[in-house]
C-alpha cells in the first residue's frame, strides 16, 4: 500500500509518500480501505516529537488517528461488521491507504453524511462530548465556559453541555466572533480580551481546550468546589487553587457517541467545518496548513479521486 511514512522527528518535510507493508488485522479488528482521514493537533505533536513521552512513534512509522472508508476483511472474532460495510471512528497509523482497526472504535457511517467527510468527526466530537460528560459532569442550570469554542473539540463540548441543560459561555478569539452563531452558545466572551476576562463571574466549570495564559486565567474564575476540565496539561497556577478539582481528560473511543454526534451534524445541530481536502499524498502541506491555522478541519483523502 502506499502511506504516508516517518522515519524521524521533525517539520512537514519528514511526512514522506511511499510504499508501506499492508497491515495486518488480529481478531477482534477489521481492516479499512481508507478514504480519508483527517488532521490532528495530535499528529503534528507526533510527527515533531513534542508528544514522544506519552505517544511515540516507532521508526518507520505511520501518524493518524480518524479513519473513514470501506471494510475489505474482518477478523475471526468480529460479528458487528461486514465486508463492504462504510465506517468510521478512531485507528492508528491512519495516513494510509489501509488500515487495522479495532472493531470496537468503530461506527457504520449514518445516511446523510459523506464517507470521506465522516473522517473530520472521530477524534474531535468524542473528546468535546467526554470533556463535558466524564469531565466537567455538568448539570443543568450550572454555568460552564467552553474555552476554545470555535475549534471542533470546543464546539462539540457546547453542543453536549447545552444537551445537559447548562448554561454554556463560549470563549472565543475575538477574530472568531462571526462564527458565533454556529455555536448555540447562551453567551460569547473573548478570551483576547483582558477587560472581559477580568469580569467573569464566578464558574461552576470550564471545559478547557487551550493553553497558556487564557487557562490560567479561567482556573482562577471557578469557584471552590467547582471543576477544571482539560484536554491539555492543568495550567502552572493550578496549585493556587486548592479547592478547585482539575480533570485531564484522554479520549475514549465510544461509537455510540460517535454516533449521537454524527446525527447532531446530519441535523445541523453541530457544525464542525471542513476548510480543506487534501490527496493523502500532500499531508506535508496539510500539516504545514493546520500549524498556521486553517480555520477548520483539513481531510486527506486517500481514494483516487484527489490523486
Known amino acids: 500500500m502506499k502511506a504516508v511514512v516517518i522515519h524521524g522527528y521533525g517539520g512537514p518535510e519528514v511526512l514522506k ?4 507493508p499492508d497491515p495486518v488485522i488480529g481478531a477482534d479488528e477489521v481492516l479499512v480501505r481508507v478514504t480519508a482521514t483527517s488532521i490532528n493537533p495530535l499528529d503534528l505533536a507526533r510527527r515533531s516529537g513534542a508528544a514522544q513521552g506519552f505517544f511515540p512513534v516507532q521508526f518507520p512509522g505511520i501518524v493518524g488517528v480518524d479513519v473513514s472508508g470501506t471494510v475489505l476483511a474482518v477478523g475471526a472474532d468480529v460479528d458487528n461488521f461486514s465486508v463492504g460495510d462504510r465506517v468510521f471512528g478512531m485507528a492508528h497509523a491512519t495516513y494510509a491507504e489501509l488500515c487495522a482497526a479495532k472493531a470496537g472504535n468503530l461506527a457504520k457511517v449514518p445516511d446523510g453524511i459523506a464517507l470521506e467527510e465522516a ?12 470533556l463535558i460528560s466524564v469531565g466537567t459532569r455538568t448539570e443543568a442550570g450550572q454555568t460552564v465556559l467552553v474555552s476554545g469554542a470555535a475549534g471542533g473539540v470546543g464546539r462539540s463540548a457546547v453542543f453536549t453541555a447545552k444537551g445537559r441543560g447548562a448554561v454554556v459561555i463560549a470563549g472565543i478569539l475575538k477574530k472568531h466572533f462571526s462564527q458565533a452563531d454556529e455555536l448555540h452558545a447562551d453567551q460569547m466572551i473573548a478570551t483576547d480580551d483582558d477587560d472581559a476576562m477580568a469580569n467573569l463571574p464566578p464558574l461552576d466549570a470550564v471545559a478547557n481546550a487551550v493553553a497558556g495564559k487564557t487557562a490560567s ?29 482539575v480533570v485531564p481528560v484522554r479520549v475514549r473511543p465510544d461509537p455510540a457517541v460517535l454516533l449521537s454526534m454524527a446525527q447532531a451534524v446530519i441535523k445541523g445541530d453541530l457544525i464542525i467545518p471542513i476548510s480543506r481536502k487534501l490527496p493523502l499524498k500532500d499531508a506535508a502541506e496539510g500539516h504545514a496548513a493546520a500549524a498556521k491555522g486553517s480555520g477548520g478541519k483539513i481531510l486527506l483523502v486517500a481514494d483516487n479521486s484527489l490523486q
Open 119 to 130: 473522517a473530520a468527526l472521530p477524534l474531535v466530537t468524542m473528546t468535546g462530548n467526554q
Open 17 to 20: 509518500f511511499e510504499e508501506a
Open 217 to 245: 486565567q479561567l482556573i482562577a474564575k471557578v469557584k471552590t468546589g467547582g471543576v477544571f476540565a482539560t484536554v491539555l496539561t492543568p495550567p502552572p497556577n493550578a496549585a493556587d487553587f486548592p479547592g478547585v478539582k
